[in-house]
């Protein structure tokens, strides 16, 4: 068993309505006062990640997420890309290959410090799966010639989770162990545990994969994420629980998928780094300064069992008058309030 200290990062790879360019800005300088070390870039609906992959981002885009890149930078935290090119492996041809070279390097021309492929949420139930998706993922290495620049992918199967052979088809045997073997050891592998929104997560959780992929594991963890139809009615404002300390012997990194209301998934995003004993002395003051003290927190915290039409008008009244005050946490909190997220119905697990 290898001692590790693990990467921390934050994962901002939900469905829906992304944050804002000035959240992502506000959240790169906030986030190494969590005490966490990186930032992964992956949401659903940049298309120029995922349906649009082979496309360039316009202009626009692409200026913001370089100045996201140097933000980070700034602030001593890793900016990483996750990109979902979208059923590639179903004819990964000389033209595909063309477009997804030009892709990545589009990527790295951003400054990043990690890379991540991402096969899920596509069709798993294919003859030589693992062998495609390998294959993709050994031009990416050869590409990306920096081996400074840190390589991750996402399998198919992401869990034990028989959702997903419900949805995506039945897994081939052996997926995950095969899959790493053809990886050559350059990628860690994103599990979610033993479900896709795993309740808890422990050493015995990761005995099998520990073992499929040879530590080289990366946890996504699925909270404070809400952008599932069970989770998208509500806010999630507590601290991470479930997860065992001793994890982080067994795996490379711990990622926590952030909700849609950035500023609103601090408090969450923060005990991630109480979870492995690191210090974070600047927790407290970048909460403060999104506008999260002691009773905010505790006023959000009946979302995280009640939907709107199932509090009391007391409550309601309570969360509406923390809305009304003017910080980044209150917008949120007001948007959300009123009806500002939407679920989407592309998200078809949890």
């Known amino acids: 068993m290898k001692t590790v200290?693990?990467?921390?990062?934050?994962?901002?790879?939900?469905?829906?309505?992304?944050?804002?360019?000035?959240?992502?800005?506000?959240?790169?300088?906030?986030?190494?006062a969590l005490g966490l070390d990186a930032y992964l870039y992956a949401p659903k609906s940049d298309a120029y990640l995922r349906k649009a992959w082979h496309k360039q981002w316009p202009g626009s885009q692409r200026d913001h997420l370089a100045a996201v890149a140097r933000q980070c930078k700034g602030s001593g935290l890793a900016f990483h890309v996750g990109l979902s090119p979208f059923e590639l492996y179903l004819d990964y041809n000389r033209s595909a290959r063309s477009a997804l070279q030009g892709k990545i390097n589009e990527i790295i021309d951003l400054g990043v410090s990690g890379l991540a492929i991402l096969f899920d949420d596509m069709p798993g139930d294919l003859d030589s799966l693992e062998a495609r998706q390998a294959e993709i993922c050994a031009d990416v290495r050869h590409w990306v010639s920096d081996s400074s620049i840190r390589l991750r992918?996402?399998?198919?199967?992401?869990?034990?989770?028989?959702?997903?052979?419900?949805?995506?088809?039945?897994?081939?045997?052996?997926?995950?162990?095969?899959?790493?073997?053809?990886?050559?050891?350059?990628?860690?592998?994103?599990?979610?545990?033993?479900?896709?929104?795993?309740?808890?997560?422990?050493?015995a959780d990761l005995h099998d994969v520990h073992a499929d992929c040879a530590g080289e594991i990366a946890i996504w963890d699925n909270y404070p994420v809400n952008d599932s139809r069970a989770r998208s009615p509500h806010i999630y404002m507590d601290d991470l629980v479930g997860r065992s300390?001793?994890?982080?012997?067994?795996?490379?990194?711990?990622?926590?998928?952030a909700m849609n209301q950035p500023a609103l998934s601090l408090p969450a995003l923060a005990s991630l780094a109480v979870l492995y004993n690191r210090e974070a002395p600047g927790a407290r003051d970048v909460q403060a300064e999104a506008g999260l003290n002691e009773r905010f927190i505790d006023g959000c915290r009946v979302l995280a069992t009640r939907r709107l039409d199932e509090l009391s008008a007391a409550q309601l009244k309570g969360l509406e008058s923390l809305a009304g005050t003017e910080s980044v946490a209150a917008l949120e909190l007001r948007d959300w309030l009123s009806g500002g997220y939407e679920f989407d119905p592309e998200c078809l697990t949890c």
């Open 5 to 32: 200290r693990p990467v921390l990062g934050v994962l901002e790879g939900f469905y829906g309505r992304p944050w804002s360019a000035s959240s992502r800005l506000l959240m790169a300088q906030w986030l190494p």
């Open 245 to 257: 300390s001793d994890i982080g012997e067994l795996i490379g990194s711990h990622w926590c998928n």
């Open 153 to 203: 992918v996402c399998p198919t199967y992401y869990s034990d989770d028989p959702i997903l052979d419900e949805i995506f088809g039945q897994r081939p045997d052996g997926y995950i162990r095969s899959l790493y073997e053809q990886l050559d050891g350059a990628y860690e592998v994103f599990w979610t545990g033993p479900a896709v929104c795993s309740e808890t997560i422990g050493a």
